[in-house]
Each structure stands twice: as C-alpha cells, then as structure tokens.
C-alpha cells in the first residue's frame, strides 16, 4: 500500500470515529410508551418507526416514525377499528387486560406488526395478532389481524425472516422459536432456544442475523427494577445458543439511576450504519414510588463491532451519539410526540388523533360541534363512571371518556364545560385516569340537598384510589357551585408541578381570575397499583353514576401545555414550544 492511499484509508478511520455526537434527552417517546419496537425503513426515505403497548386504549398498537431519532410524530394505529379485535370490548376487571408488547418489521414493501392480546377472561390465553400495512401514515392501510397458532400461550411475539426464506416467530416466556406461516399463522416447526441467565419472566426476545450468527436480544427479571437485558448467540437458528458472558448489556437494577426499569429493548441501525437500541425505562429513581407516567421509551447510542456483542450506554437523562442531522419532515396528519394541544372542535373536523378511550368507543357517545353546540366535543352521560362495575357492557353502554396522554413531568391541562345536569347524581368534569380503580376526578356534580332536599349543583374533588391499597389519599371535597357560576361554562384546571403533585381548581371560562382550589393529591396515587403497565391519561367524562340522567356535556377550549421534563432526580428541563 502506497503512502498516500494509507492515509487516505486512515483519515477515513477517523471520520468514522469521529461521528459528530450531539446531545439528546430521554425519554424519547415521552408519557405511557412501553415496550417499545422499532427499525430503519430507507425505503421511505430514511425513516425511523417505532410501536409501543397500548393495552386497553384505544385506538391501539400506535406507530410513531422520525427522521432524527428525537422528534417522533404519530404516524397511524394498526388497531383502529373495534371490529378488528373484538376482545378489546370485554369488561375485563383487570386493567392489565389488552394488547401488550409488539414486534415491528418491514419486509418488501410490507410493514408487519405482530402483537399479542392478554386477558384472563377464560384462563390464561394470549391471542397472537399479525397485522400489516402497505402505508405506515395510513391507519385505513392496516389489514388483519390474522389470528396465529400459540400452543405454548406465550406472550411477546417477534418476527425474524432467515435468509431461507423461512419466517420464524419467538415469544416469552422462556424463548421459544417458531417455525410460522405468515398467510395462515400456522406454527409448522417449534423450538425452545434459550431461556436467559436464569433470573425470572426471560421475555421480549428479538432475534437480529449479524456475521454468520444469529443473536437473540431478551428481556428478564420481570418489567420492574429488577429489568434487564441480555443476549445469546449461535450459528444455528436453532441454537445452541451461548449467552454473553458480560450479560447484562443494559439494566439500572442496584443502581441509584433516575431512570429505572430499563429493559425490553430493541437494536437497529441507521442510515450511516451506527447502532441504536431503544427500551423501556421508568423515571422513578431507585425508590420506584412516583412515576405517573409510567414505562416510557428511552434511546441509547451503541457499538456493535463485526462478531463481537453489543455494548450499549447506560440510559440517562441527557445522553449523546452520532444522532442523524435534524430533520422534521415526516408526512402524515399525526401529532409530535413532544407537544401540546390546542382543540377548539371546530365544526367539521374529527376526534383528535392524539385521543384515546379505554376500550374501543361507542361513538355515538362522542360527538364533535353538534347542531347548536359549536366548537364543542359532546360527550354523552355513561351508565358507568369511570370506576365502572361487574355489570358494565363496554360495546353496548360505552364509557363517557376520552383522554390524552400525560406527556410531561410538569404540565397545564383547561378544560371549559358547559353542563346543566337535571337528574341526581349527573355527574361531568377532568380527570387524571390511570386505570378505573386510580384516577383524581373534579366534576360538576348534581346532588341532593340533606336539608332542603331540593337537588343543587355542585363542584366535587374525588380521589379514586381502590387500585392501591395504603395509599394516602386526600378527601373527597364537594362545594355548592357559587350561584353566578350555574349554567355558564366553568373552566377546569389541572397543573403538575416539580413537587409531583396534582393540583385541581375551577373557575368561571369568562372569570379564570376567580378561580376556586379544590384539592391536590400526589402522583403517588396513580403510580403503580392496578396499572403496574401503565401511564396516565388527562380527560374528560360524563356519567349518570348508574342513573337515567341523559344530559349532554359540552366541553370546549382544550389546552394542553407539557412544561418540564424531569431528566434527573429534581432536574427539570424546559419544554421548548
Ligand atoms: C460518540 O458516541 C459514541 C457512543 O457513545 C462513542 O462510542 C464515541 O466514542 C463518541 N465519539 C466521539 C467522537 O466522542
Ligand atoms: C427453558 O425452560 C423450559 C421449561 O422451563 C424447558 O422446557 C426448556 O428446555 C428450556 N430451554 C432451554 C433451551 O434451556
Ligand atoms: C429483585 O431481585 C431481588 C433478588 O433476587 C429480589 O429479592 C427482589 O424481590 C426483586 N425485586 C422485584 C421488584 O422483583
Ligand atoms: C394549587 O392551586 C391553588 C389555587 O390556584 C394555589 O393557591 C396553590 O398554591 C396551588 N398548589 C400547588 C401545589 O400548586
Ligand atoms: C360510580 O357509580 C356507582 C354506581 O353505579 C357508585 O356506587 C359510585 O360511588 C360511583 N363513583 C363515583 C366516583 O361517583
């Protein structure tokens, strides 16, 4: 080799090295966004998608897609239509009920999504769901599910193409590979591969084929702070399969990290060939008491050289790698993920896309702009409210709610709403929802009088906390509604400040300056419990509380304004608008 062409090779060495790093945050997919899986699609212009559970919401198995790694917008639900799952309807008690942890991949031209629906309706049995598309930005595009063979009843399924042509599909727990038919969702061959270290729930395997080996990526020691992940690899699919000897290659357990519970990971490259893995992490610090916002999902910069193991940076706050340039062009109608809302309902335009119900809808509970009520989202009054009952039929009765996702460690969420409740117990307001059995309510609420017996309107703050026993809980707080306040729209107010406290007021829309407190509660509250899974919602309801009041709630001028991100125990960064 002559001089010049040696340094040529050389300076090539260094611009490789030397890959600008620029500094990112975590989490990348802000507020509930488990289990996340994501690729590198060139074909659609070099663009990043993700998928993460949803498990009751809905619509579900929401894609994300990015140009830059870091600002993430919606780019469709491949569960989008209630008769695409039909489970999803069931009055399930248990929260954890839903679609869980999903694989996604793209092959020719064809985006899959494998997920799978949990419920312990009639025992144990999982129902491993295929679904496809042709166009990511378009929910119409998803076709399926197609409903797989899962003799073992397991749970995580992934989906790996060998270069034989022959599909196979892993699941947890305790890794096992099938051999499947992607067009009938038979399993025609079964193997079991691997089953991690030995620690407990080995659980999200994805396999990847790199330098003559095949590795599989796993999740163990069960979704809390315990999480980790580790890998194995083997020249046969089928194994044997030899486990890292330095495993784990990611975990925060018997750290004091902020983030914690970081596993469930995935492993892509980009366009420049840099790997990137993304997990699921919970910003709790090791005392994993306050997260309302639950399991996010987190990015980590990574070196994977030619037939060695993956060495991946620990998750924190601010982290830095040699992201791709900047670039907010993604297509599509979706929302950032980053962002607030301004929803006025203007008459003539649909439910937000960044709404979710818990459990498919009944639509005709929820209308935008109705004839004599514009810029105005009507929810009808629900049977149930939202701690629901035994008795509750989703399909049929419906809940009165409708949500967003909390997105920020400090937040803003008004609400103005029009509501002049008849009968007793007529109940509409705000609400932050984890599941049924813990969310903080503040309504309007119509009440009988003990003295007069005349029924009077009034202002209700109401913890719901069945979901988590030995919780401190604040009381419940009612106020007659102030007399110039009845029949005008009132303005609900629910901040989160530094503190991780919830603080609730009212006012009248047209006065906020004469705004009313009615409580605060901790975020202690709807952290954990009956939603070990899950993150918050900000929403809306309307609820008879079981009786036959039939009056309409009008909500209007809906601001959502994500303020802080906690990146480090007690650092707060500034949400840029
Ligand atoms: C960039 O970040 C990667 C991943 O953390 C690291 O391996 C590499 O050394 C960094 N490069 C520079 C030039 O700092
Ligand atoms: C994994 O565990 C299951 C049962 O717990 C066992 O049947 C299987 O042989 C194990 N697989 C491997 C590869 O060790
Ligand atoms: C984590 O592992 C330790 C040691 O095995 C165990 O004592 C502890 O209960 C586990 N914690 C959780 C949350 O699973
Ligand atoms: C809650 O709101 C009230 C009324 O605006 C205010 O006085 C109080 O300081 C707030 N508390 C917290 C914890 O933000
Ligand atoms: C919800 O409704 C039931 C009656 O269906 C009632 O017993 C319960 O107290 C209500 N919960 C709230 C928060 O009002």
């Not at 619509?59 to 989008?80: E, F, M, Q, R, V």
């Not at 705004?515 to 919602?537: C, K, Q, R």
């Amino acid at each position: 080799m002559n001089i010049s062409k040696l340094i040529c090779l050389l300076s090539f060495v260094i611009r490789l090295s030397n890959a600008a790093n620029v500094t990112f945050t975590n989490p990348i997919l802000p507020g509930f966004n488990p289990d996340p899986s994501c690729i590198f699609v060139k074909e659609w212009d070099n663009t990043f998608f993700c998928t993460t559970s949803s498990f009751l919401t809905f619509p579900s198995t929401p894609l994300w897609a990015s140009k830059d790694l870091i600002h993430w917008k919606h780019a469709s639900y491949a569960i989008n239509r209630g008769d695409q799952l039909p489970e999803l309807y069931r009055n399930s008690q248990l929260q954890t009920e839903g679609t869980w942890a999903s694989t996604l991949r793209y092959r020719d031209g064809t985006f899959y999504l494998i997920t799978s629906y949990v419920s312990w309706h009639d025992g144990w049995g999982p129902i491993i769901l295929l679904l496809t598309s042709t166009d990511p930005y378009d929910d119409a595009s998803w076709t399926g599910p197609i409903r797989f063979e899962n003799p073992e009843k397991e749970i995580d399924p992934d989906l790996f193409w060998d270069d034989d042509g022959k599909v196979y599909m892993g699941v947890a727990r305790g890794i096992f590979l099938h051999q499947v038919d992607l067009s009938t969702g038979k399993v025609l061959e079964t193997f079991t591969v691997w089953n991690g270290t030995g620690d407990r729930n080995p659980e999200g395997p994805h396999l990847y084929n790199k330098d003559g080996y095949y590795y599989l990526g796993i999740g163990e020691g069960g979704t809390e702070t315990n999480h980790s992940a580790v890998i194995s690899r083997s020249r046969s699919i089928s194994g044997p399969y030899e486990g890292y000897e330095n495993n784990p290659v990611l975990t925060a357990k018997d750290t004091d990290a902020f983030f914690q519970t970081v596993g469930h990971t995935d492993y892509f490259q980009d366009a420049a060939g840099n790997w990137w893995c993304v997990a699921l992490a919970t910003r709790s610090g090791p005392d994993w008491e306050i997260y309302p916002m639950g399991r996010e999902t987190v990015l980590s910069p990574m070196t994977w050289d030619e037939g060695g193991w993956p060495i991946i940076d620990p998750i924190q706050g601010t982290m830095s790698g040699p992201l791709p340039t900047e670039n907010k062009y993604v297509p599509g109608d979706g929302f950032w993920v980053h962002e607030g809302d301004e929803e006025d309902f203007e008459p003539g335009t649909q439910i937000p896309r960044q709404f979710l119900f818990w459990r498919p809808p009944k639509e005709s509970l929820f209308e935008i702009s109705p004839a004599g009520h514009p810029n105005s989202l009507q929810v009808l009054p629900s049977r149930v409210n939202l701690t629901a009952d035994s008795q509750f039929e989703p399909l049929e009765e419906g809940m009165g709610f409708i949500s967003r996702k909390q997105s920020s460690s400090v937040f803003r969420f008004t609400v103005d709403l029009e509501f002049n409740p008849k009968d007793a117990d007529e109940e509409a307001g705000a609400t932050v929802f984890l599941t049924q059995y813990q969310h903080i309510d503040v309504s309007i609420i119509n009440t009988r009088s003990c003295s007069s017996g005349e029924l009077e309107q009034r202002l209700r703050f109401r913890p719901e906390a069945l979901g988590k026993p030995g919780v401190e809980v604040p009381p419940t707080r009612t106020i007659t509604t102030p007399q110039a306040w009845v029949g005008k729209p009132i303005r609900f107010t629910i901040t989160l400040d530094e503190s991780q406290t919830y603080n609730f007021t009212v006012a009248p829309a047209d006065r906020p300056e004469e705004e009313i407190w009615m409580g605060s509660a901790s975020a202690d509250i709807v952290s954990g419990g009956s939603g070990p899974f899950h993150g918050t919602l900000l929403g809306v309801f309307a609820t008879s509380n079981g009786g036959t009041g039939k009056t309409a709630a009008y909500f209007s001028r809906w601001r959502y304004r994500p303020l802080k991100q906690e990146v480090e125990a007690g650092t707060f960064l500034p949400i840029k608008e």
